[in-house]
C-alpha cells in the first residue's frame, strides 16, 4: 500500500510570498490532516477534512492560510502572503473514518528568508 | 484544550539501557499516540492505545487512564532507537486531529 505523498520537500521563498504544497493520502483514508511542525516543537493542527468537508480550522490562520479538498482525495495547502514565522515543516496525515491511527507523509519543509 | 507534557526532554543513554519516557495529559482522551520521528524523516507510528499495556518487539507502552499518564519503554536500546519520540492525544471519538507533546529527543550510545 502507498503511503502519504506529499511536495515539494523542500521550498524557499521570501516574506510576502505565496506557497502551496500538495498531498495524495493513502487510498480509501476518508480523513485528511495538514499539521505545522516548527523547529523544536511537535506538531500543531491547522485543518482536518472528512472527505471533502472541513471538521476543524480552528487553528488555521485563515489571513493568509487556506486548504481545500477537492473530490475528496487530494489536498493543497496555501500561504498567502508568507510570514518569517510561517517557516516550519508541513506535514499531511490522512486515517481511514472512525479509525485513529494516522498516517503521516515525509512533509514539506518551508523556509520564508 | 487538551496539555500534553513529556519527560525528559533530552535523553543520552548508553547501549543496551532501559529507557522510559513519559508523558502525561490534563483532559479524558479517547487514545494516545507515540509516534517515532527520525532527523530529517517523516513520523511513525508507534503504538495507539486507550488502556493497559501494549508491546512491539523491544517497546513497550502503558497507559493509567486514571492518573492521565503514559509511558513508552524501550528494553535493550539499541543506536538505531535513537529519533525523537513524541506522545499525542485525540479527544474525541472517531477521527479527530491530534494535540502533540514537545517529544523526547533520545541518543543512544555505542
Known amino acids: 500500500e502507498a503511503g502519504v505523498a506529499q511536495s515539494p520537500r523542500y521550498k524557499i521563498i521570501e516574506k510576502r510570498q505565496s506557497v502551496a504544497f500538495w498531498c495524495n493520502p493513502i487510498s480509501g483514508h476518508a480523513t485528511l490532516y495538514w499539521y505545522q511542525q516548527i523547529l523544536g516543537q511537535g506538531p500543531k493542527l491547522l485543518i482536518q477534512f472528512q472527505n471533502n468537508g472541513v471538521v476543524d480550522d480552528s487553528q488555521l490562520p485563515k489571513d493568509r492560510f487556506s486548504a481545500e479538498r477537492l473530490k475528496g482525495v487530494d489536498s493543497t495547502l496555501k500561504i498567502q502572503p508568507a510570514k518569517l514565522e510561517d517557516s516550519a515543516v508541513y506535514l499531511c496525515?490522512?486515517?481511514?473514518?472512525?479509525?485513529?491511527?494516522?498516517?503521516f507523509g515525509p512533509g514539506t519543509r518551508l523556509t520564508v528568508l | 484544550k487538551n496539555e500534553v507534557e513529556q519527560s525528559p526532554q533530552n535523553l543520552t543513554a548508553q547501549e543496551g539501557e532501559f529507557i522510559t519516557i513519559n508523558c502525561s495529559y490534563s483532559?479524558?482522551?479517547?487514545?494516545l499516540h507515540w509516534l517515532q520521528q527520525h532527523p530529517g524523516g517523516g513520523i511513525v507510528s508507534l503504538f495507539m492505545?486507550?488502556?493497559g499495556k501494549k508491546k512491539h518487539g523491544r517497546l513497550i507502552a502503558t497507559i493509567n487512564i486514571q492518573e492521565k499518564h503514559s509511558s513508552l519503554h524501550i528494553t535493550a536500546s539499541h543506536p538505531r532507537d535513537s529519533a525523537v519520540y513524541i506522545c499525542a492525544v485525540s479527544t474525541g471519538g472517531g477521527a479527530d486531529g491530534l494535540t502533540f507533546g514537545k517529544g523526547t529527543h533520545l541518543i543512544i550510545q555505542p
Open positions: 483532559v479524558g482522551i479517547s487514545a
Open positions: 492505545l486507550s488502556s
Open positions: 496525515a490522512s486515517t481511514r473514518r472512525n479509525y485513529n491511527e494516522q498516517f
